[in-house]
């Protein structure tokens, strides 16, 4: 996959021709669509077939939210099951999440594994959606490593829809810089993590920190042409910084091969 | 109508190739669509007409805002030349409101009745948009009981488009729970009221107060398959909390069986 | 153009079924429409030039936002070679602006008065995104005039995207009177300023300051038709506003006749 930075967009429920218009104009600029929380289980199955193959079509993974197959696990259905279904709409591709129930970490892995093995393009998330759980950065960074280990692909930062008051986000949005920065130095490869980052500030501070190939999440799908003009320096924000930004990794490369 | 809770969406200006998007993938999710404020004067005539039939023919019914009636009203028109306007359209549906004239009381009652015996089914709404005129509970239930007894199928309750300082609403979009409760205990039959919550958080607060059911109101289309899914418990924020619910509900009907 | 006042529209990414909505439902409320920040760079050529052509088929100037032009001028691109780009995608509207880079007056003079030549509408625009720079009226109401008189047809005041801490907004997005009077009181004629005025309070203000005909700029494109709607008292906040002004502007016409 890409090598720009993976968008990943929020879809909440968008039809038919407004899938077309965004594959149309945007369908370059990402790479994953997310049928929202649990919503796939709402839509008339020859309109979701639809939308996974025209995703699928222009090279982009179409997924339901992690928040679909926690229920269905928690209603008793089987990963079997589960994927069954998945396989009869089309997808290829699911998510494996904690963000309302919770699992012992011998069964997360297995989940990942099975659906690993199963063929499917697995991402995890780490986070709760709930406020009251906090977010420990040290226990956080261990789930990612296990994740990737078990054959996640990605591994999701929850940041929900709204972006605040969960994750790395405090209640306005902004990110908590201790928390933020305490992660990345425990990941051992942060390019494995897609953030959720519904906010354009966020995704500005994201890019600012990271550099333009961050990998983010949650993007609505009316702000996926700006994002990508935000990572090519196409707006004020990042018009003079990405220019900065490319001297600075020259000059970081050379130096690292001089030595 | 609905075993489901009503959910009335605010279309603010939907092209034909939207409203068909949103009929196909949520239609059966949704049940009323209204012509926000005045819009519906502003339609080409051949673009209106197309919009009522889309929704009828999914069994949605189309109405223009209550601001348009008064308006007519205002102008000096007679309701039946209204009543004569809306039939040309395409419309069975209207809304009577005092957002923003008043009528007397008798007024009032005489523009519901008249409308329902034309035919119309007719949405009343109660509140002022105005944020100078107080939400007094004892007044607003006495008018929805005289509205309903004219013959309003359900009343609205005002919430504006963004659903900030008006109504049951504090500034900042809560529920003034004093208002919310002593209004709820002077009405005879809260499940004839649409509770207009165009932001998220009320529609969960309604939901968590009310239940699954509850009527909404000035829903945006974008919003109503995540609606759907939030009644359903197939979000994080209902989850568990719908299974809860549910027992209790069991548990009370349970009770009074055994009296 | 318009007898109506100018409404100006932020585009963010509309697709092409999109856009044919936009104009069927609203194409008479409306005569410009950006392709906001630099995103004009990231179409699909075809897509582009059909955009441009279906807005042209309504009679609504399409064109890329002001950041477009400063990047190609900055990356060493000529005027000419520029305005060569922008008639092969089909436009023959372009801004000129200073939001991120700056000139000098002579060189911002020259700009416009060569694409101005050269046959395309030119809109200025003066302020800047970055809210480090003061605003300035006098120096800003220099520039207008300045423009006006190089060939711009009308000017844009700053208000990027998100309406707040920029030009005349405070950082909630509320006008700041001061500077705001002090810039209508230093320009020859205001009816030749489009305020960008993205959120809907910014557009009522304006409407109550400066009349309904009041050019508005960066305008959504789903608040297109309430616009309309606020513009001709088809909302509560302006309905029986529009009526007092109109009364006003009627008795100042007949005190000025009689002298």
Redesign the interface.
Known sequence: MPEQGITMVLD???????L???L???GT?FHFLKL????A????PE?LRRKVELGHSHGIKVYPGG??L??EL?RGKSLEQALRTLSQWGFSTLEISE??VSYEARTRRRLIRLASEAGFTVLSEVGK??PCYPFDPPAIAQQIEADLEAGAQWVIVEGREQGKGVGIYDAEGGIKEHHFSRLLDLVADPQRLIWEAPLPTQQLALIRRLGPYVHLGNILP?????L??LR??????T??WLEKWRNQVVTSAARAELG
């Open positions: 909440k429920g968008l039809g038919i021709r407004e077309e218009d965004l149309e104009v945007a600029y929202g929380f649990g919503t289980a709402l839509y008339p309109i928040t679909w926690e229920i928690a963000g309302t959606k709930n009316e702000e996926v042409l700006a990508a003009a090519r320096g196409l707006r004020s924000d018009f003079f």
